[in-house]
């Protein structure tokens, strides 16, 4: 039985975080992903090692940072990294980069403006959709 994809993500290697950051790199290069969420995503791609200090890697580069108290320093990472929050923001990532086009439009009422999704007839006023 396969895990759980987030089980693997629990303790990664600097390698399989790049590959997830290239992951969303790709995304935003083909414009699927805003400037807005990539920069989310690059501020969620911080680590803690087993000694307590964060790492990060570039947003552009393949280099690793370490966090020194009051600044970036790039160094080398260990083998591991602890990705705790990782399930939460990984699926963030994913929901924030899927294409919306699947689900239906949203159209405005043309009678009071509201937004509606799906509905034939306005949810607030009862006004036919067009
Ligand atoms: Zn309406």
Redesign the pocket.
Known sequence: MPEPPEIAYENATPQQLLERLDILRERFRMGVMSVADFNTAIRAFQFKDDIGHLWAPGATSDQWYRWDLDQWTPAEPPRTLLVSQSPVLFTDFEQATRPRATGPAVIH?G??G?PNSGNKF?T??G?RLR
């Open positions: 009422c009678k009071c509201t306005c607030k006023c006004n």
